[in-house]
Structures are given as structure tokens and as C-alpha cells.
């Protein structure tokens, strides 16, 4: 660009010089040719004078105004001039074919021109020096040159700075484009519509504030990605070629047991510790140019009881001279689902051994009866009544397992306003025969609770008839059950109290496990199912609330279930108040 310029100017300086000579050559040409036309209009003006009698005045005036001497043929006078005339005219180097000449003269340069008559009868040269008329058009030409110089001048220093300014408006273009190049925003180029660069500069405003506001959108995409994948519920990891970490989300950290570094760069090493998912991204990070997807259940190291369903995805783009990789690795928490399956797994195990019991016991004591016991009436009536207690056994067992699994399938809601404290009345009623036999003292507060209550009967009713059923099972004889209930501005509170053996706090932890019995259960051998607290406590989460339980060593035990009345909590069931 540099060279080009220079190039630019050398030529239009040359052009200048070569027009300048040009004028040159052209003036003094013209002058030259002038003054010899103005000498043939002497000559012919002194054609018309010479037939006059006195033509003096006339040579008179022509060598006062222009320096012009005429002498007539043959010349007379003795001056130099005269004889140099004679001279010229005998040594015939002027004639009627070539009537000018240049004499030197005086030491200056003089044009002679000859001239005679129409009958050619009188003759007559006229002399003029060159430089009469070469003066006046001398300084004419100085004025010419200067104002020449000074045009050149000024149109140099145009040119200088309509070239400075378009190296500056070029530049700030090109900065412009570096600009957009780097995604940052630029500031506009602002230029007359007149201008040479108008359109080169309005195409790349539009291009910059097309590739910002393309940039501002892939952004924003970027962003909305992330903050998507941030909250998603499993943890995701893209790594590049070299294994370093692109991006990691915070579940990701969470099921991995280590914190995220979102700004700092790491491998996915700093993250990995088990072999088998290691192995996994090994694999995938040494085929870059396949595209490949494996899949695998992994127990992760250092957490016994975590399990990961990972997937190992490589990513190969071809768009550019060489493929690039990226490594997508997604870890789907299976932790939940197999602590369900093993809960599950525990559960089929525990109901076949609680029925396998009472049906043993039925059928054993069928086969002693049939063996032969059935002959002894004392025998008789004692196996029987073991065997309509172990189908009452049996019975209860199947209910409550058949009510667990209806609680399991999470079935909606049918809200009512219901009085729960005659609830309480009317399930104390159907127990009414266990708490005579036990003789025990039953006391209901409910001063503090304000009926209805909207809440769903169904399930209000069987979490109370379980608490009941419990505090009264294991009391002891003669012993107190205390229910106390209440309403807040935003919750239902039920106390269920007894005066029983009370809980170790090993048992306190695990008392609403299913199939779960305590050491004194079984030495009071009071015949539950161990399903009435585990149905309470997936009861009272359907309803969005929670139950816990206090107690000590003989003294008892406080059962306290809480249950949110709010409108919120409603709404958020799809229902109205």
C-alpha cells in the first residue's frame, strides 16, 4: 500500500513537471510567433505609410511606443545601425522570400524584418529587439509560475489530506473489522454520502452490528444452555480433545462428592476417581474421529450406596480441515431407584416371611388336629382358637399390605371439610374393647382445634386409626393415652401420647420402616403387622406433612403428625379451597 502511494504521487509530480515545460515551450513559441505578426502588421502599415509624402512621424511614434526603428533602403545614415541594415540587405540574408532574421545588435538579440512597397519600388527593414515583447510577457509568466506553484501546492496539500483522511477512515474501517473479528462492540463509521468510502463503511457498520447482535443471540443462547443444563437433575460434563473440563453443572459435583470449578480449567481426572468411568472417557478420548456411545451402570468409589447410570458420548464435528472432538459424559443417580429396589427387595422378603409364618402355624396345627387332636377336646379347642388368631394375623397382614400398596400408587387427593376431633371420637369408639381389657385412661384436648378441617378423610382417618391402634397395643395395663389436637393459621397438629415401654433412639430412627419392630413389640408379642407406622408416614407425606415421634424408656412415647392447611398447599394440589 505504501509502494502504491509513493507510485501515485511520483507520477502526478512527474505530469506537473511535464505540463509546466509544456506551458513553457508553448509561450515562448507564441511569443516568438507573436512579435513576428506584430512586425508584419508594421510592415504592413508602413506599405500604407510609405506613399505619403512624410512618413517620419509614423517611425517616430513606432520607436517611442515599441522600441521600433525603421530604415529605408539604401540607408544613408553613418550610425551602426544603418550599416548593419546595408549589411544584411547587400549580403541578401533577408529577401522577399525570407524577410526576417536575427542581428545582434547593441550586444542584445534583434528581429530584422524587410519590407517594401506594393510595386516593390521602396524598401525599408524594421528593427526590434527580441526582448521588448519577451519583458512584458516575462513577467507574466513569473505570475503565471507562481500561481502555477501555488495551484500545485494547493492541490498537493488536497490531495495530501484527502489521503491522509481516507488512510484514516481505512484504518478505522480495518480496526472496525479487527473489532467485529474479536466479537466486541465498535463504534460506528459515520461518513457524507458523498464520500468515495460511504458504502464500504455503511456495509461494515451493518456487518458489525450484524455479527453483534448474531454474537448477543448465541450468547444469550449459550447462557439459556447453561443455565439449563446447570439446573437439570443430572450431572453433565463436556470435555475437550485433551480431556480438559469445558463445562460441569452443579449436580454433576453433587453425585461426584467434589466441588465444581465452573472458571478454572481442570481435567476430568480432578472429578473421575472410579476406574470403570475413567475407563469409560479413556475410550472415548482415544477415538477422536468416531463417533461413539456407551453406556453403563457404575457404583462409584469412596460411596458404597451410590450408583451412577453413566453415558459416554463422543462428539465429532467435521466442519473445519480437521475433526473436532468433544466428549459428552451425562451420570443419571441411580441412587434412589436402587435403595426403591432394595426397599422393595426387603419388602417381598419380609411380607413372604410374615405370612409364612401364621400359614405355618395354621397348617400345623390343621395337621396335628387331623393326626388325631381333634379327638381331645381340650386340644381341640386350643389348636382351633390358635388358628382363627393366626388368620385374624394373617388377615391384618394382607390388609395392611394391600393399604400400603394402594398408599405406594400415590392416589389423588379428595379433599373435605371434616371435623377431625370426631374422628378421633369415633375411631376411640372402635377401640374401645382393647382399651377396657388394658383398663387404660384416654384423654382427648381439643380446645385448640377449630373445625372443619380440609383435608382428605380417607387418609386423615387411617393415619389416625393407626396412631391409635399403636399408642393402645403398646401401653401398659392401666396406663394413659393422651391425644391433643390443635389448629394453627397453617397447620393441623395431632399429639398421640402413651404411657408404653417407650423407644431406644436406634428405634426412633427406624420406627416407620416397614415391617419394623422393636425388641419390646416382640417380647409383648402384641401381634402387629409392623406396617401401621410406615402407612402413617406415607400417608402424611401424600398430604405434605410430616411425623415424628419423641420418647423415652419407660416413660413412652409422643407420636406428632403435622399437616399444612394452607391455601398454597391446595393449589398446589389442583384444588379449592
Do not use: C
Amino acid at each position: 500500500m505504501k509502494v502504491n502511494l509513493k507510485l501515485r504521487r511520483f507520477w502526478i509530480g512527474l505530469v506537473a513537471v511535464i505540463f509546466y515545460l509544456l506551458m513553457f515551450f508553448l509561450v515562448n513559441h507564441f511569443l516568438a510567433t507573436n512579435q513576428q505578426d506584430q512586425l508584419r502588421h508594421f510592415g504592413a502599415e508602413y506599405q500604407q505609410e510609405v506613399t505619403t509624402a512624410d512618413h517620419t512621424q509614423t517611425f517616430d511614434r513606432w520607436r517611442n511606443n515599441f522600441q521600433l526603428y525603421a530604415i529605408d533602403l539604401p540607408a544613408k545614415g553613418s550610425n551602426e545601425l544603418s550599416r548593419v541594415a546595408n549589411s544584411v540587405v547587400d549580403h541578401n540574408l533577408v529577401n522577399s522570400n525570407r524577410p526576417f532574421t536575427r542581428i545582434q545588435y547593441k550586444g542584445q538579440a534583434n528581429w530584422l524584418y524587410l519590407v517594401s512597397d506594393a510595386q516593390n519600388t521602396r524598401q525599408a527593414v524594421l528593427v526590434q529587439p527580441i526582448n521588448t515583447i519577451q519583458k512584458n510577457y516575462m513577467r507574466t509568466w513569473m505570475m503565471f509560475t507562481v500561481v502555477y506553484l501555488f495551484i500545485v501546492g494547493l492541490l498537493s496539500l488536497l490531495l495530501f489530506r484527502a489521503s491522509q483522511t481516507r488512510k484514516q477512515r481505512i484504518k478505522q474501517i480495518t480496526e472496525n473489522l479487527k473489532v467485529i473479528e474479536t466479537h466486541q462492540e465498535q463504534e460506528p463509521i459515520i461518513l457524507t454520502p458523498n464520500d468515495p468510502l460511504f458504502n464500504l463503511a455503511s456495509t461494515v457498520n451493518h456487518l458489525g452490528q450484524s455479527v453483534n447482535n448474531q454474537f448477543a443471540e448465541a450468547r444469550l443462547q449459550k447462557q439459556s444452555l447453561r443455565s439449563l443444563i446447570e439446573n437439570l437433575p443430572l450431572g453433565v460434563m463436556l470435555l475437550d480433545e485433551s480431556g480438559q473440563v469445558e463445562m460441569a453443572n452443579h449436580a454433576l459435583g453433587e453425585i461426584m462428592n467434589t466441588p465444581v470449578w465452573p472458571d478454572q480449567l481442570a481435567n476430568y481426572m480432578d472429578y473421575v476417581k472410579t476406574y470403570s468411568l475413567s475407563r469409560m472417557i479413556e475410550h472415548a478420548l482415544r477415538n477422536p474421529t468416531k463417533h461413539t456411545h456407551r453406556r453403563r451402570d457404575i457404583q462409584l468409589v469412596g460411596d458404597e450406596g451410590r450408583f451412577v447410570a453413566a453415558d459416554v458420548i463422543s462428539l465429532v464435528s467435521h466442519g473445519g480441515a480437521e475433526p473436532k472432538q468433544k466428549v459428552l459424559v451425562m451420570l443419571y443417580d441411580l441412587t434412589e431407584i436402587k435403595q426403591n429396589e432394595r426397599a422393595q427387595l426387603d419388602f417381598v422378603t419380609n411380607a413372604s416371611h410374615e405370612l409364612r409364618t401364621p400359614v405355618t402355624s395354621i397348617a400345623g396345627f390343621a395337621e396335628t388336629l387331623l393326626d388325631g387332636a381333634k379327638d381331645d377336646p381340650e386340644k381341640s379347642t386350643e389348636f382351633l382358637t390358635i388358628i382363627r388368631d393366626q388368620a385374624q394375623h394373617l388377615e391384618a397382614l394382607i390388609h395392611d399390605i394391600l393399604l400400603l400398596s394402594k398408599a405406594d400408587q400415590d392416589q389423588p387427593l379428595k379433599w373435605e371439610a371434616i371435623d377431625v376431633a370426631q374422628v378421633v371420637d369415633e375411631e376411640l369408639q372402635v377401640l374401645h374393647h382393647q382399651i377396657d381389657q388394658q383398663q387404660l385412661q384416654v384423654k382427648v384436648m381439643r380446645d385448640d382445634y377449630h373445625a372443619p378441617t380440609l383435608t382428605d378423610e380417607v387418609k386423615i382417618r387411617q393415619i389416625i386409626r393407626n396412631l391409635l391402634t399403636n399408642a393402645v397395643a403398646y401401653n401398659h395395663r392401666g396406663g394413659k393415652v393422651i391425644v391433643h389436637l390443635q389448629t394453627t393459621d397453617h397447620q393441623l397438629i395431632l399429639h398421640v401420647q402413651d404411657t408404653g415401654d417407650g423407644l431406644t433412639t436406634e428405634d426412633q430412627a427406624r420406627v416407620f420402616e416397614r415391617f419394623y419392630r422393636t425388641d419390646h413389640s416382640h417380647q409383648h408379642d402384641q401381634g402387629g403387622t409392623g406396617l401401621g407406622l410406615a402407612i402413617v408416614a406415607n400417608l402424611v407425606e401424600q398430604l405434605g406433612g410430616q411425623v415424628s415421634v419423641k420418647s423415652q424408656l419407660g416413660v413412652g412415647s409422643i407420636f406428632t403428625t403435622e399437616l399444612p392447611l394452607t391455601d398454597e398447599h391446595v393449589s398446589a394440589n389442583g384444588l379449592k379451597a
